[in-house]
């Protein structure tokens, strides 16, 4: 409790200051989206109220203004992912775009019939998707590793999907619906070892786990900037900058090109290559302040803290009669997804909105991990670090009321 206390972030969000339905409002929803501190709030403001011009182009003074904020978000978002050099960060609209751009631009054009892609059984299906349609345009095999009843992902269990004609390996780094944590480092090891390329959705780790691609040893990490205290409409693709010198785009038009006549055209050097278009200007600039907002919070004490929150809930959760968490896996972030004994999720997440608690219920986008584990639905909360015990204690009451009320039906 007393860590709980001694990390207090909550003021820095201004979304925080409301009440929803006359309650002070509980947000247990920053596995969807995350409430923005000020700083990124006041880095957007900047680039409208000021620093308002196209970038790259310009020869004025705000274009000049805009370019150099852009590209210092560039290089914020490097060192925290721990890119080499800058160069490797791709602005994308997000993890989805993230990995359609490697679904498009490094593997379409390299897989044939009998070559392999492995994901797992808990992929988002913004990582499931797009290898779906690889693997029906070029005739290659989509193959799943399976997931315990814990919610891991067995190593052995991995290892034996794959072989030495998987191309490509697709995995979370960490599982929206069951928080599981993914050994990466070990699974580029075994990938790299059969010749695969490593697509790492870092979507939810990214906010919750430190992450250094270079010790991680993946060759391309999607990220999304709205999970990250940061807007939406931007996210970063991170990839090993010989896979990026080798890759064609997959959108083309203005500012990524070097050279145009009528008959061809030659493109600029990744990252701009990737980056087709006026990109989101405050959207790079804004995350970029979300990343520098991060960087200036103690890291070990805001990681105390979340692994605080997560065992807090767990033991308070635990406790509801009726009530059980999906999964329990070794390492988790933190989110829980759970059933409740005759309450449609649906109807949980409309009674717990009255009481001002914001939290997630349906499929998540993992429809095929919901079916094995046995759901159509299920309700999510999810913490990020302005949550305190008092939300978990809160949410807990609602969910005694919530069952109260429900079976009176
Ligand atoms: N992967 C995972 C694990 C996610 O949770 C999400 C967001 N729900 C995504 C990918 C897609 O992110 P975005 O919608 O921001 O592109």
Redesign the pocket.
Known sequence: LRRARSFAVGRDFPALEQQVNEKPLVYLDT???ALKPRAVIDAVTQVYARDCANVHRGLHQLSQRASAAYEGARAALGSFLGARSPEEVVFV???????NLVAASWAFPRLGPGDRILVTAL?????LVPWQVVARRTGAFLDVAPIEPSGDVSLEAFASRLTARTRVVAV?H???VLGTVLPIRDMARLAHAQGAVLVV?G??AAPHVRIDVKELDCDFY?V????LYGP?GI?VLWGRAALLADMEPYQVGGDMVAEVAFDGASYRPPPHRFEAGTPNIEGAIGLGAAVRYLRGLDAAAREAHERDLLEYAVSTLEQIPGLEIAGSPSTRIPLLAFAIEDVHPHDLATFLDGEGIAVRAGH???QPLLEQLGHTALTRVSFGIYNTHRDIDALAEALRGARDFFSVF
């Open positions: 596995a969807a989206t609209r997000g993890a989805t775009e993230a990995l992929e988002h299906h913004a990582n979370s960490a599982s929206n959705d979507a939810q999607a999304s900037g709205h999970k939406s996210g998540h986008c993992a």
